[in-house]
């Protein structure tokens, strides 16, 4: 699969952007397994553990609109790095922080720092890879998030027995940094003619209007959000507590059943990609593809 692309060119796009999407990932839901030191270290109840893993996604959020334009007129590469080092500073200011509204500020700094993390690959995919690897190539940066998530479980519990969640925090600033740095020496050049021109910003803007109308996004838009919300306001937080004071599993325990429900979503990722790249080669639409997984999981629950 690789040789009518070059692996080499593979690599150059692959790692970098599967780096900062990784530790994206991990920031996301390493709240769920450090929980009980930040209440314990900065008297954080629940409520203050929900507003800070909403914050992340709050300014995660909010930035998709501009990041898009920025996007097309900037390239990936260019955005991807600037954005990863307002990722840096949130990382370090939530290590040094010593209040709630640190942990605050901190979080929010993370959240936007990696919110091109996804769309960034996929621009770059887009623009680097040919269309019909496209879903197989999305399959496997939805893995390499999975496994960002399983880093964030039983890897950190293993990691907090040397160090602190503020020794992670800056482990985690130091890898940030390295996977800017990956993206500046490995990613090549935008690969556009000479003469092509910036798309201007009135047409972005009314490129984003005529995708948020597109009856397509409409028809899809509602299942994506269902889905993505259950998957992250239970796994990226609640699922660790309510393991602890309801489960009543120790620290550890929930930390490896994390790792377990993290891993099968990993999996999860990696199999949609490839059922969606042969689906489509036979011509069946792949929004029924996704229907049958969310049943699967709701057939699945306990």
């Known amino acids: 699969m690789l040789a009518p692309m070059g692996a080499l060119l593979v690599f150059r796009i692959y790692l970098p952007f599967a780096a900062g999407y990784y530790l994206s990932y991990t920031f996301r839901t390493i709240n769920a397994v450090i929980a009980p030191e930040l209440a314990r270290d900065m008297g954080i109840d629940a409520a203050g553990l929900g507003l800070l893993t909403s914050v992340y996604l709050l300014t995660f959020a909010a930035f998709q609109i501009p990041l898009g334009v920025l996007l097309d007129r900037y390239g990936p590469k260019l955005t991807q790095i600037l954005l990863l080092m307002f990722a840096v500073l949130g990382a370090v200011i939530f290590a040094k922080a010593q209040s709630a509204g640190g942990l605050i500020t901190g979080r929010a700094l993370i959240g936007f720092g990696v919110s091109g993390c996804l769309m960034a690959a996929?621009?770059?995919?887009?623009?680097?890879?040919?269309?019909?690897?496209?879903?197989?190539?999305?399959?496997i940066i939805f893995m390499i998030g999975g496994i960002g998530a399983m880093s964030s479980t039983a890897p950190v519990e293993a990691?907090?027995?040397?160090?602190?969640?503020?020794g992670v925090f800056l482990g985690l600033a130091a890898m940030t940094a390295v996977a800017a740095l990956l993206i500046a020496v490995l990613v090549p050049p935008r690969p556009e003619p000479p003469a092509a021109k910036p798309e201007t910003l009135s047409a972005s803007l009314a490129g984003i209007g005529a995708v948020i109308g597109h009856p397509k996004f409409l028809r899809f838009a509602p299942l994506s959000i269902l889905c993505s919300a259950m998957l992250l306001a239970l796994l990226g937080l609640w699922a660790g507590p309510?393991?602890?004071?309801?489960?009543?599993?120790?620290?550890?325990?929930?930390?490896?059943?994390?790792?377990?429900?993290?891993?099968?979503?990993?999996?999860?990722?990696l199999t949609t990609g490839w059922l969606a790249a042969r689906w489509q080669r036979r011509g069946i639409g792949l929004e029924k593809l996704a229907v049958a997984a969310w049943a699967c999981s709701w057939r699945c629950r306990p």
């Open 159 to 166: 990691a907090l027995g040397l160090t602190d969640w503020r």
């Open 242 to 269: 309510w393991l602890r004071d309801v489960g009543g599993l120790s620290r550890g325990e929930a930390a490896d059943a994390l790792f377990l429900a993290f891993g099968a979503m990993t999996l999860g990722y």
């Open 122 to 139: 996929f621009k770059a995919f887009v623009q680097y890879f040919p269309r019909h690897h496209l879903p197989l190539a999305n399959g």
